[in-house]
């Protein structure tokens, strides 16, 4: 039964770093991050005429985004990157850098692994991690910039200290490890879980029994150094006195200005969000209740639950609302499932009730691994600029003449929020020496509306990336076209394929070229019965025609 427990152990690194490899580019919500970790690796950090040095070549000044944000995290994924890229090439250096962020949060999911078995033992952590690795969103999102996921692995670490029964000291020494943890997530990452460390702090006080003057002084601390570390480092890098988080409190909670980005019911949290993190439908609906309610699991279950929905309670009053926001609850929750599944499967010889709710939840695994495993398939069709500028710079290097040395390429807007970056445009750094047969691939992300509305701008590119053909002024032939996902559709026998020869959308680049191709397939099986990804047009790969140059024909 080792095998097994080191099985479930690997699973958790191997399936993050898989869905890395599926859907391996990003969205706007992570540039940030990967725009940061980027310029740190390219430019290093200047030590002599630094507001010009930064200014002039760090993207944060020219896209600085909603609210500033921190830079720890780019420093210690450029530093832990760094020599693995030097090993394998700086083209793969966004695959690395999002590669170690999965697997520092993978280290501490298995710390917390860890931990589950020796506070309720080895079966109670199998059906931990049986029900971790059929969760979409964690594997997901673990390799993902995103500050929620910086500040991941130190709210899973924190969990993981306040698990199971023990002394009076070891029980003291969790709570304030706990609370050292969720001190530095929310005063460099994510404001937000100030709230959790009031809950799980008001849960030591309340049931735990731990007296307030024994969590102070760890607070303080911490709360202390992550201040030495982020404002000077922020400052440095925005060049003006800045905490982020500070900044980031007061823009969405006194300001409210996150509701700009859309409001959701008080209630989305409990019914729509952790549903979908938690994935199975029986953790939610039975084993966490149950683990709470039945009385051989609620004193395990309590430190896990109760301060994880006290949590999401408290946050839920913010009118904007994200799944993201709330990852963190995902370990605790997860653990207290399989508190219950292990307690039920334990008794399924006892009674008909045990065996067939043992039954039922071995489905819901299987279940709940194909549901993840579905959605893994249709969010990695969702990165259509990522991959049309992958497209794109392979079609011009195959097609272009030997004497082209250099292209001007314009990238519009939903381009560059659905996986167009830094790492992308410059698989080499601008100091590295490049094959001299190598095309030098200039970029714009102009997003004036002014600006794009003028003739004279166009004429600088030979190439554009454009979600909408028709505001691309002069003249341009579509050389091709990357399709995104558009929901599920059902096509029955007879129904004729989409297409479109003088669009070009029958040059479709990328992921839905292989859905066209797996349609096609699937159709031919079973008399033209498809049901599957709808893929729509997302982002035209446009070329300039020269003067007395011609549309070529496209062709299949």
């Known amino acids: ?17 898989v869905h890395l490899l599926v859907a391996p580019y990003t969205k706007v919500e992570e540039s940030f991050n990967i725009q940061a970790t980027h310029d740190i690796l390219v430019y290093g950090t200047p030590t002599t005429d630094i507001y010009q040095q930064l200014s002039s070549k760090y993207d944060h000044f020219d896209f600085p985004g909603a609210v500033p944000r921190t830079f720890i995290g780019p420093v210690l994924l450029a530093g832990f990157s760094q020599p693995i890229i030097a090993l394998v090439g700086f083209r793969h250096a966004q695959l690395v850098v999002r590669g170690v962020l999965g697997l520092l949060n993978a280290a501490a999911l298995l710390v917390f692994k860890a931990n589950v078995e ?9 059906w931990y991690a049986a029900l971790q690795l059929c969760q979409f969103h964690v594997l997901f999102y673990a390799s993902r910039t995103l500050p929620n996921m910086f500040a991941f692995g130190l709210t899973t670490l924190a969990f993981s200290q306040i698990l199971g029964p023990s002394d009076g000291k070891t029980r003291v020494w969790g709570y304030r490890v706990a609370i050292a943890n969720l001190t530095i997530a929310a005063a460099v990452f994510r404001s937000e879980l100030a709230i959790l460390l009031v809950t799980v702090t008001l849960y030591s006080l309340a049931l735990s029994h731990i007296p307030l003057r024994r969590m102070i002084p760890t607070f303080l601390v911490f709360f202390t150094v992550s201040l030495l570390l982020t404002i000077p480092i922020d400052s440095y890098f925005w060049q003006k006195p800045l905490w982020p988080e500070l900044w980031g409190f007061y823009y ?3 300001l409210g200005s996150s509701s700009e980005w859309g409001v959701s019911p008080w209630h989305y949290y409990f019914t729509s969000a952790i549903p ?7 953790s939610t609906a039975v084993l966490v209740p149950y683990a709470l309610w039945n009385a051989g699991t609620r004193k395990q279950a309590g430190p896990l639950v109760i301060p994880s929905l006290l949590f999401v309670a408290i946050y839920s009053i913010q009118p904007h609302k994200e799944a993201r926001f709330i990852f963190y ?13 292990n307690y039920i499967f334990m008794r399924r010889n006892k009674t008909v009730i045990f065996s067939l709710a043992s039954v039922a939840i071995l489905g819901s695994l299987l279940i709940s691994f194909a549901i993840s495993t579905t959605m893994l398939v249709v969010s990695s069709l969702n990165y259509p600029g990522g991959e049309a500028l992958s497209e794109l710079c392979d079609l011009v290097k195959s097609s272009s003449s030997p004497d082209l040395q250099t292209v001007m390429v314009h990238t519009d807007v939903l381009s560059c929020m659905t996986g167009v970056t830094l790492f992308g445009q410059h698989p080499y ?8 047969s190598e095309i030098a691939f200039h970029y714009d992300k102009t997003e004036d509306e002014g600006t794009l509305r003028s003739p004279e701008f166009w004429g600088k590119f030979d190439y554009v990336l454009a979600e909408d053909p028709r505001k691309v002024m002069g003249p341009w032939e579509i050389v091709g076209v990357v399709e995104g996902f558009a929901g599920i559709e059902l096509v029955k026998p007879g129904t004729a394929s989409k297409g479109d020869i003088e669009s070009g959308q029958d040059r479709v680049f990328g992921r839905g070229s292989l859905v066209r191709r797996v349609k096609d397939s699937v159709r031919g099986l079973t008399g033209g019965w498809w049901i599957g990804p709808r893929m729509e047009p997302r982002i035209h790969m446009l070329r300039r025609l020269r003067e007395g140059e011609a549309r070529r024909a496209v062709t299949e």
């Open 1 to 17: 039964m080792a095998a097994l427990d080191l099985l479930l152990s690997l699973a958790i690194p191997i399936l993050i770093v």
């Open 118 to 126: 020796r506070a309720f033992g080895r079966a109670a952590a199998r």
């Open 252 to 254: 969405n909670a006194i």
């Open 276 to 282: 979908k993190i938690l994935t199975n439908p029986l």
């Open 329 to 341: 609850v995902a370990p605790p929750l997860t653990a207290a499932a399989a508190l219950s599944a």
């Open 429 to 436: 750094p601008p100091n590295d020496l490049r094959p001299a």
